[in-house]
């Protein structure tokens, strides 16, 4: 999923009813501590819903040269303005009407140096007619490494030979783990990394080696090529699960 350069509308959907099934393919499991997640509390009700099917309660749509709240003014490589908001790869509920909107690598599929970012917004069920909703972008936060260096979506950010080194970050997936951690998925690594809610990586969780890249490449093409075993380019971790208790993170490819 890349933004949208074009004017087109991003768009939230609200279900309620029945749990779905999203299916997958299960990539590994990553040993956690023994806190609850928070974001569980959304999987547990969708659990115990209403088998009477899904509802569809409420459509928002934010315009495609929406601006977010990073500040940044300058432009991408292709022209974009480097604060749009454009289009969301996951989502988590933070608290009551809160959200946490997970953005991936920016526009161009990793030909821009854009600053990875999620953002936290209000979102809820307006009164009228249904379906509607509200959408209010309460503020962006900006992705860095552990030294408070940007982490970026251009695919020339990486370090031959030192893969924990790449500043280079395609966000796929995003679950909250306790109060003070963000667990987030992303393709070039591909990587499972935590993060405080400022926005600097803290840690991050194994991966086994089988799904590594060992011959990067600015080059999707060229890379898929070099590299016939682990990840193929565009094709690493997606989505991610937390189970109940809050000690295993699933990564979905």
Do not use: W
């Amino acid at each position: 999923m890349t933004f949208p350069l074009s004017r087109t509308t991003t768009c939230l959907s609200f279900l309620f009813g029945s749990a779905v099934l999203v299916t997958g393919s299960l990539a590994f499991q990553s040993v956690l501590g023994e806190q609850p997640a928070i974001g569980q509390a959304a999987a547990s009700q969708a659990g115990q819903a209403s088998q009477a099917g899904i509802e569809l309660l409420g459509v928002a749509e934010i315009a495609g040269d929406a601006r977010d709240h990073s500040g940044l003014s300058d432009f991408l490589e292709q022209g974009a303005p480097h604060d749009l908001f454009g289009g969301i790869s996951a989502i988590e509920q933070l608290e009551g009407n809160r959200y946490l909107l997970l953005p991936d690598r920016g526009p161009g599929d990793g030909a821009n140096s854009y600053h990875c970012r999620f953002h936290v917004a209000e979102i809820g069920l307006s009164d009228g007619v249904r379906p509607s909703m509200t959408f209010d972008l309460l503020k962006t936060v900006m992705l860095t490494d552990e030294s408070g260096q940007p982490l970026v979506g251009h695919s020339r950010e990486f370090m031959k030979g030192d893969a924990n080194s790449s500043r280079r970050y395609d966000p796929e997936g995003i679950r909250i783990l306790d109060p003070q951690t963000i667990i987030i998925s992303e393709e070039y690594g591909p990587r499972v990394d935590a993060f405080g809610f400022d926005g600097r990586r803290r840690r991050a969780l194994e991966v086994p080696p089988s799904f590594s890249v060992l011959h990067p490449s600015v080059d999707p093409d060229q890379e898929a090529a070099l590299n016939p075993f682990g990840r193929q380019p565009n094709g690493g971790l997606e989505g991610l699960a937390i189970t109940p208790v809050g000690r295993r993170v699933a990564a979905f490819g």
